[in-house]
């Protein structure tokens, strides 16, 4: 507790920021390109290796949900039933819904890819297909990868704990055909709702942390929505295309960035309530975590306040 009090102060001060805005600047953002290996899928059945398309070639399935997957040899099983039953579910009442999963393995060191690449077995890689990094790039470079090989009209990522009942989608879609403009929107899956509940349950700290964070973001970056890291989010192809060719940030504040840049375009951004609740067994440090994202949303607002990084809108 003394250390990160210290570390607020140190943050807080004036010679903090000067040396946080250092950092900031000098802080080293992945956008690696696609390996050889990554631009192939393999199909369990006949062992072969097949290429992924790309997400500027037309569309051939309706709908394609990206799974950003680390270490979720437990925790995958409960979210691809939850949402293969909701995806067979609406074919079955409609022939015209077509769908694929992509499941991202981002370099984990278990058997992460060898039970996605069971469900491969199981559906056919028209339905499953398993993307295996190289290395682990962190959350937005897994889904980064996955939207970038995407076939869906639209496409929406979803986090791998299933903390999102999948069946929310419904909601999601209803509201981007309403607000699609040009063919662009992009629609939020939101938690503001449980807000007074995350703030009885939590500690007095970690309940700092998170209006801090709120407040940097609003400061900083995007100001149209309120939970910018809720891992339900959903592209219309064309957005998808513009958002994730011009992003930069792989880790966990990528979401800001995307968002950022789709204010920046004029994409319509829209925030809708979702059924979520905490699934045991994540990864992440709440304190390490919000430091490490206050860090990279400086560093957005910084590189791109300076003109280091650049939204050419004749990029398209």
Known sequence: ???QLCLLFIVLTPVGLVVLSIICLLRSFNMNSRSDNEKYFQDPKTKSRKSFPSLKDPHSKYLSVIIPAYKEVDRLPAMIKDTMDYLERRQANDSSFTYELIIVDDGSPDKTSEVALN???????DIVR?????ANRGKGGAVRMGVLSARGQWILFADADGATKFSDF?????????????????????RRHLEKESVAQRSAFR???MYVFHLEVWLFAVKSIRDTQCGFKLFSRQAAEKLFSRMHVERWAFDVELLYIAEKLNIPIIEIDVNWHEIPGSKLDPFTASLQMGIDILAIWLRYTLGIWTIDRKQD
């Open 170 to 190: 419904t909601k999601l879609e209803k509201s981007a055909l309403m607000a699609m403009k040009n063919n662009d929107v992009v629609v939020c899956g939101s």
């Open 207 to 209: 309940t700092l942390l």
């Open 119 to 125: 469900y491969s077995i199981q559906y056919g890689t």
């Open 130 to 134: 398993v993307l295996t990094l190289d």
């Open 1 to 3: 507790m003394i250390e």
